[in-house]
Structure formats: C-alpha cells, structure tokens
C-alpha cells in the first residue's frame, strides 16, 4: 500500500480512476450506509473529512460513477451499492437471530481474533476494540474511546 494519489486504478467493471477518486469512492459509500441514505454521499461528508476531496468527487462526477444532486452526490455504482445492500440486510438478519437465541458462537483464536461464525461480529478483538455485548447484543462501545484523549477534533461526528 502506498499514499501515492497519483497513481491510476483500473477497477474491473468501473474503469479507470486515481486512488484518490477510488478511495473517496470507497469509504464514502461505506459511510452513506452509515448515515442511513446507502449510496448517497452528501456534502457534509465530504465537507467534514480532512483530505481535499473536490478533485476526486469532479473526477467521479465525470467518468460517471456519481451524479450531481442537491445536497450531494448519488453514487451511480450499483452493483457495489446493491452487494452492500444485500450484505447488510444478511448481516442484520443473522444478528438479529443471535439477539433472539440470546448468544453469540464465537470461533477464532482464543488469544487473538473471536468472531461468532453465525453473524460475524467480533466478540473478542486483540486491539480491545468493539465487541459484541453480551447475551448476543450487537456491537458494544469502543473502549478505546474513553481512553484516549479528545483533541477537540470535530471532524468525527459520530
Ligand atoms: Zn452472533
């Protein structure tokens, strides 16, 4: 991995774009699912992350991978959008049957990554990061959090 945005991808099925225009691509679709509007990437998104964005968004805006809309962007990449959509709505019924059995079935190594292989949440992470509550509950708190220090940084508004 490099940091070098100036390289070209060729994406399979999507063309050719700079790193930088497929990662904006990549993380803001993971964050419109986040924001509950999957595959629209609005201006206060790209506004709040740090990284100069409006050269990727116009370059994604011209090879035809998002379009213009008040507010934002819609990303016109439906076959990510609609995988995502489908993973999401798997993942959210396989949680859900973790909730209602009232337990997870972590599998993985017992010092190291635990995953329930029913619903793929993480029950015991090396980095002490989110885990999933107990009696099958979802994803709990990042600890980590309370631990470290808040630098006033408002770019994290979640
Ligand atoms: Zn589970």
């Known amino acids: 991995m490099t940091d070098d945005d100036t390289s070209f991808l060729d994406v399979e099925g999507r063309g050719v774009?700079?790193?930088?225009?497929?990662?904006?691509?990549?993380?803001?679709?993971?964050?419109?699912?986040q924001e509950g509007t999957p595959g629209f990437v609005s201006d206060d998104y790209l506004s709040s992350i740090s990284a100069e964005t409006s050269v990727a968004a116009l370059e994604l805006e011209t090879i035809g991978m998002w379009e213009r809309r008040e507010g934002g962007y819609f990303v016109k990449d439906d076959?990510?959008?609609?995988?995502?959509?489908?993973?999401?709505?798997?993942?959210?019924a396989l949680a859900a049957e973790c909730e209602r059995r009232g337990f997870h079935?972590?599998?993985?190594?017992?010092?190291?990554?635990?995953?329930?292989?029913?619903c793929s949440i993480p029950t015991q992470r090396p980095d002490g990061g989110p885990v999933a509550?107990?009696?099958?509950?979802?994803?709990?708190?990042?600890?980590?959090?309370?631990?470290?220090?808040?630098?006033?940084n408002d770019t994290t508004s979640s």
């Open 17 to 33: 774009m700079s790193r930088a225009a497929f990662q904006l691509h990549s993380f803001a679709i993971v964050n419109s699912f």
């Open 105 to 118: 079935s972590p599998v993985g190594d017992p010092a190291g990554w635990m995953t329930c292989e029913e």
């Open 133 to 152: 509550l107990p009696d099958g509950g979802r994803l709990g708190p990042d600890l980590r959090q309370a631990q470290t220090p808040d630098y006033d």
């Open 79 to 92: 076959a990510t959008v609609s995988m995502l959509i489908n993973h999401n709505e798997r993942m959210e």
